[in-house]
């Protein structure tokens, strides 16, 4: 199985605090691995890294095929086909539900001259993300008028949009009433079914069992552990990080 991502020894310092320390991991392609730890250990930190949002102090990564990496900036992140969702929502929250949509397949398939030729296919493609999420029926409101449930469920459908091969997706559970718990969930399933690879940071246990193929487990920067969900869970070590017993 071929490895799409990895780092080495990948470092950052945050005022002395190292909130990702020497990591080095490997994700392989087309799997879901999930990335778990108590809060503060550099989860978030880590997908910032690998999606450019800082720069790294030292270490390096190949990601999607790409030669070894000392640096990586966000604007590179997209010809390497990586997406990903963040855990305060993003939205352009003056913006409609739709054009939220559509300025993300604007900026990324085409130059601006070519805007009027693309209209029609991007409205459409706009239409497929969006009825997936169920949020066609309210394309014309502002974002900002939207309930957080929906705000996350329009956050996954602009990363559905990029069409990318990784998606980072930073606990895009989290407060989510369980009918989109299980709507996400089966995105998530068919993101896998589709060869993509899918990086998940999330807090219940019963997700991560039911959706990862492997697992990662973070402590203060470092890792902790990393194997199959099931073994990975019932490790003592984990355990007592984890749950703080
Ligand atoms: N932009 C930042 N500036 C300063 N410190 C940060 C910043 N981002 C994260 N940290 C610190 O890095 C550590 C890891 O945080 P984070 O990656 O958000 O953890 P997690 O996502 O696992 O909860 C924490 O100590 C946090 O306070
Ligand atoms: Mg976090």
């Given at each position: 199985m071929s490895t799409v991502l990895k780092t080495k020894k990948i470092t950052k310092n945050f005022d002395g605090v190292?909130?990702?320390?020497?990591l080095s991991i490997e994700i392989k392609k087309g799997k879901i691995t999930g990335i778990i730890g108590p809060n503060g250990s550099g989860k978030t930190t880590l997908i910032n890294l690998l999606t450019g949002m800082f720069p790294f102090d030292a270490g390096s990564i190949f990601v999607n095929?790409?030669?070894?990496?000392f640096k990586i900036n966000s604007y590179d992140i997209r010809i390497f086909r990586v997406t990903r969702t963040f855990q305060n929502i993003r939205l352009f929250?003056?913006?409609?539900v739709l054009d939220n949509i559509l300025v993300v397949l604007t900026k990324r398939n085409i130059s601006g001259s070519l805007f009027e030729k693309y209209k029609q296919f991007h409205y459409e493609q706009a239409k497929v993300v969006l009825e997936k999420v169920g949020l066609w029926g309210k394309k014309?409101?502002?974002?900002?008028?939207?309930?957080y449930g929906q705000r996350k469920l329009l956050e996954m459908a602009r990363v559905l949009a990029t069409k990318s091969d990784i998606y980072f997706l930073d606990e895009?559970?989290?407060?989510?009433?369980p009918e989109m718990v299980k709507l996400i969930s089966e995105i998530i399933k068919e993101l896998r079914q589709q060869g993509k690879t899918v990086i998940l940071i999330e807090h219940d246990m019963s997700l991560i069992r039911e959706l990862c193929d492997y697992v990662f487990v973070m402590e203060s920067g470092h890792l902790l552990a990393e194997g199959k969900a099931n073994e990975v869970l019932e490790n003592k070590e984990v355990v007592e990080a984890y749950l703080g017993e």
């Open positions: 190292k909130a990702v320390d020497s095929g790409s030669k070894e990496l929250e003056q913006m409609t014309n409101e502002l974002a900002i008028n939207l309930s895009p559970f989290a407060g989510l009433f």
